[in-house]
């Protein structure tokens, strides 16, 4: 997931690992990447020739690294934000990644995320429903259980959402 969060983050242009990093914390809400995350995934994305890395003049004479996405690596992160699989779509991260850069991708991989996280909400669903149905939960356990279900909903209603915007815009583009 990082080194999706990294390479998507060069999506905005070009950036010094330390603006990338900043980003990264920005965009998770989380502090900042650890440069022994951001350096060694830049370090793999430019052998792999996803990103290119140019040495710059800084503010203070000194010279900064400036890290871009390349073609090639622009490709590769369309294809890895695809592919979603049911370990993904059991991950809120992963899915709200994906539906930050819905822009970039095309409708037919839009309306596959989307039903691909419906269908384990629906699962997640029914655990919840089978947990408060067949379990004594006690006051506490079943106020957990409540807002759960209240937090599911919530995300249900927002995928519906979602998937009649990828819908309409499909059928919009099919018909330009």
């Known amino acids: 997931m990082n080194d999706l969060l990294l390479l998507a983050t060069l999506l905005g242009g070009p950036a010094h690992g330390y603006a ?24 793999r994305f430019v052998a792999a020739g996803w990103v290119s ?20 690596g ?11 699989t049911p370990k993904d779509a059991a991950n809120a991260d992963a899915f709200q990644l994906r539906v930050g850069l819905f822009a970039f991708l095309g409708a037919a991989a839009r309306e596959r995320i989307v039903e691909q996280r419906e ?23 079943a106020k957990v259980v409540a807002f759960l279900k209240k937090q599911l909903d919530a995300e249900r209603k927002w995928t519906a959402e979602l998937r009649k915007g990828t819908e309409e815009q499909g059928r919009a583009r099919s018909h330009a």
Not at 53 to 72: D, H, N
């Open 119 to 141: 269908a384990w909400l629906a699962k997640r669903a029914e655990k919840l429903n089978s947990l408060a149905a067949n379990m004594e939960l006690g006051e506490w356990g």
């Open 74 to 84: 622009k490709k590769e992160l369309l294809r890895r934000l695809e592919q979603f």
């Open 20 to 43: 990338l990093k900043k980003r990264v914390g920005q965009i998770t809400g989380h502090s900042d990447m650890h440069n022994n995350l951001v350096y060694p995934l830049l370090k």
């Open 53 to 72: 890395r140019k040495t710059v003049p800084g503010e203070r004479g000194q010279t900064r690294e400036r890290y871009a996405l390349t073609p090639k």
